[in-house]
């Protein structure tokens, strides 16, 4: 993957990606010369066209016009923009659902829901797969030879509004895919516990999708309900790329993910998919951490992308239009976001949109150019941050440097959050976001990996949350420990196999032997209660009775239902150590823990710089780059040796004093 990046790379003249979403349909062709020459003024290299332009390629069903797109390919190449092309699959026209309305989204409670708003047709519909496949087909042989296209956009943000249809065709879909899973009922029984309330299948045409019930609805069934969805969007990502890669062999192909935003598409599986991985991140306005959760999606991207760098393929340069209040950015938040996602791994730096839309439902959604034009601080900030990117050309392909991996599992996720668990307070992000933030103020930069990745390289892998886990996943886990390595499991870990079966014999089942302990009984919390811990700091939701079989209690339970029983421990296991948090620590307290792992393991941050300020080094063959980023409101000192190579800094003492709320980056002088 790192290669396609590479060449995406050598094809953009040595330089960073630069752009957005371009949506010229929305516009008339006077505005497409000013678009290309303001394009060229921002340092715009890349831009991704086409991705709703699906009702003007075909405004009727079967006759393809490709004018506008071949006049605005044209007029980009003429100006040296490359492109990023979709194959407008994301949002079919009118003329679709009034042929099709089988081909509506049906929600579990049965409700049919129309057109008028995008991603409208239902993942499993054979009529959507087979019109999508149609102009798919048109657009790779019209454009697979043309000078501007870089890269193929397959769809757009695969099942953000439309991953899960009840309707009859996706029943006949789930049942399909069940029976490629399980080949017979008996196993598909046993898989789904059907013994419990008289569930038992007789029949594969009784077995349906987790459609509205009067009472809880079969676990098994609901997590191969989410399992199915992902895989029926991602069938239809395959059949595209099918056709791209027939008809257009030399270019890559990539989609745009969502990370952590988006919870039923299991990321790593598209990512095995792509010649690139591409994501999208937006900050959630109300949260005043939002920085610290682009970081976890940056390296949750570098993850997916095996390590290797990635493209950031949507963010925004100031407020979206969909949350409930849509805080416009600061004065530099923008570039440090977007030099974030840089240091991070980022070889790519796009937004939604190019330029603002007047009409439609995403006209108060910030852009490149907004609807002031030019005279606007954001058209400013855009421009300023394109001529920064050309100086942090030798940026791009360098490695980040990460000691530790965080294993994040989408299925891992789906299970723990089903219906009927022991407190609904366990939520999947809440853990891997507390978790990540302790790391992230301490300074250390980790990969989000999935547990089956290699971890033999990493000095200490952290467990947040692993309910769900596969035996060959748990045993890499145990192995890895085994060999001398370093690892901190969350609670409520290792619980359940792949079915959601509860690993008998003791929890925390398939880590039992890992950790060294028992837990006699899960002591879930009330809404907001706290129990001390007898070092004096707390913890919420969750703690447990713990028989020690090895390990030891570092810390233990002050109050609560395990008071005076083990709360933190350490087990010596193998070469290794693997620690176990019983509970949800308060922040600072995590940030101890994690901290002493880190100790114990060998990993040091970057570089030792003041709390809320962010330092992630990248690598390349020549030289490495130091990105300090202050997300602080004072003035910080920070050690660095090497060149500053932009943003402000003041010389300092065997450092530099950076600005708040600035970013720069130095190019490190070799040995220091
Ligand atoms: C997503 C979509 C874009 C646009 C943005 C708005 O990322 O891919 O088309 O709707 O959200 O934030």
Same mark, same amino acid.
């Given at each position: 993957m790192s290669d396609v990046m590479a060449r995406l790379t050598a094809r953009l003249g040595g330089m960073i990606a630069y752009g957005g979403d371009y949506n010229p349909e929305q516009w008339p062709r006077e505005v497409w010369k000013e678009d290309a020459r303001l394009m060229r003024e921002a340092g715009v290299n890349l831009v991704t066209v086409g991705v709703f332009s699906w009702a003007w390629i075909e405004p009727r069903p079967g006759r393809y016009e490709f004018g506008f797109l071949d006049e605005v390919l044209g007029l980009l190449h003429e100006h040296g923009i490359a492109v990023?092309?979709?194959?407008?699959?994301? #949002?079919? +026209? +009118?003329? =679709?659902?009034?042929?099709? +309305?089988?081909?509506?989204?049906?929600?579990?409670?049965?409700?049919?829901?129309?057109?008028? #708003?995008? $991603?409208? =047709?239902?993942?499993?519909?054979?009529?959507?797969?087979?019109?999508?496949?149609?102009?798919?087909? $048109?657009?790779?042989? *019209?454009?697979?030879?043309h000078p501007a296209l870089a890269l193929w956009h397959v769809h757009n943000e695969w099942g953000n509004h439309n991953a899960h249809c009840f309707c009859d065709a996706s029943a006949a879909a789930f049942r399909d895919w069940l029976r490629e899973r399980y080949g017979d009922l008996d196993a598909l029984n046993d898989a789904w516990g059907t013994a419990f309330w008289s569930q038992r299948y007789g029949d594969w045409a009784e077995v349906m999708p987790p459609r509205a019930t009067p009472a809880f609805r079969n676990p098994g069934q609901q997590l191969d309900y989410w399992r199915f969805s992902s895989d029926a969007l991602l069938a239809l990502h395959r059949a595209e790329a099918a056709v791209l890669r027939r008809l257009s062999p030399d270019v890559p192909i990539t989609t745009n993910l969502m990370g952590t935003l988006e919870k039923k598409v299991d990321g790593f599986a598209f990512a095995r998919e792509c010649d690139l991985v591409a994501v999208d991140h937006y900050l959630t306005a109300a949260d005043p951490q939002a920085h610290i959760d682009l970081s976890l999606n940056a390296d949750?991207?570098?993850?997916?992308?095996?390590?290797? +760098?990635?493209?950031?393929?949507?963010?925004?340069?100031?407020?979206?239009?969909?949350?409930?209040?849509?805080?416009?950015?600061?004065?530099?938040?923008?570039?440090r976001n977007s030099l974030a996602h840089l240091a991070r791994g980022a070889d790519g730096i796009m937004y939604f949109q190019w330029r603002q839309s007047r009409a439609g439902a995403e006209k108060w959604h910030s852009a490149m150019l907004p609807h002031g034009g030019t005279a606007t601080t954001t058209w400013r900030a855009v421009r300023d941050l394109g001529a920064e990117l050309r100086t942090l050309r030798p940026v791009a392909g360098g490695a980040?440097?990460?000691?530790?991996?965080?294993?994040?599992?989408?299925?891992?996720?789906?299970?723990?959050?089903?219906?009927?668990?022991? #407190?609904?307070?366990?939520?999947?992000?809440?853990?891997?976001?507390?978790?990540?933030?302790?790391?992230?103020?301490?300074?250390?930069?980790?990969?989000?990996?999935?547990?089956?990745?290699?971890?033999?390289?990493? *000095?200490?892998?952290?467990?947040?949350? $692993?309910?769900?886990?596969?035996?060959?996943?748990?045993? #890499?886990?145990?192995?890895?420990?085994?060999?001398?390595?370093?690892?901190?499991?969350?609670?409520?870990?290792?619980?359940?196999?792949?079915?959601?079966?509860? *690993?008998?014999?003791?929890?925390?089942?398939?880590?039992?032997?890992?950790?060294?302990?028992?837990?006699?009984?899960?002591?879930?919390? *009330?809404?907001?209660?706290?129990?001390?811990?007898?070092?004096?700091?707390?913890?919420t939701v969750w703690s447990e009775r713990i028989v020690l079989e090895g390990a030891q209690a570092v810390r233990t339970f002050a109050s609560g239902p395990a008071a005076g029983g083990p709360a933190l421990t350490r087990h010596a296991h193998g070469r290794g150590t693997a620690w176990y948090v019983a509970t949800r620590p308060e922040a600072d307290a995590l940030e101890r823990i994690l901290m002493d792992a880190c100790g114990e393991a060998g990993v040091t941050p970057a570089v030792s710089a003041p709390g809320g300020v962010e330092a992630v080094r990248r690598a390349g063959a020549d030289s490495a780059h130091l990105f300090v980023m202050n997300h602080t409101d004072e003035t910080v000192f920070v050690p660095v040796r090497g060149t500053v190579v932009t943003g402000a800094a003041r010389p300092a003492d065997g450092g530099v004093e950076v600005a708040p709320g600035e970013v720069v980056v130095v190019r490190e002088t070799a040995g220091a």
């Open positions: 990023d092309l979709a194959t407008a699959t994301a #949002s079919p +026209p +009118p003329w =679709f659902l009034a042929r099709h +309305p089988e081909a509506m989204p049906v929600t579990a409670e049965g409700v049919r829901l129309w057109h008028g #708003s995008r $991603q409208g =047709f239902c993942p499993s519909s054979p009529a959507y797969a087979e019109a999508a496949g149609r102009l798919v087909e $048109q657009l790779a042989a *019209r454009y697979a030879g949750l991207a570098r993850g997916m992308a095996g390590g290797g +760098p990635w493209l950031l393929m949507e963010h925004s340069t100031s407020a979206v239009n969909w949350q409930p209040r849509n805080i416009a950015k600061a004065p530099g938040e923008m570039r980040v440097e990460a000691e530790v991996a965080m294993l994040f599992d989408w299925h891992a996720w789906w299970a723990l959050e089903l219906e009927a668990r022991p #407190s609904v307070d366990v939520r999947y992000l809440d853990l891997i976001r507390h978790w990540y933030a302790a790391l992230w103020r301490g300074g250390v930069t980790c990969d989000v990996v999935h547990p089956g990745t290699d971890l033999s390289r990493y *000095r200490l892998v952290l467990v947040p949350s $692993q309910y769900l886990v596969t035996d060959a996943d748990a045993a #890499s886990l145990c192995r890895y420990v085994e060999d001398g390595g370093h690892a901190v499991v969350g609670f409520f870990s290792g619980v359940a196999d792949e079915r959601d079966h509860v *690993r008998l014999g003791g929890h925390p089942g398939a880590y039992r032997g890992l950790l060294g302990l028992l837990v006699d009984e899960f002591l879930p919390l *009330r809404e907001k209660e706290t129990v001390a811990l007898d070092d004096g700091t707390t913890g």
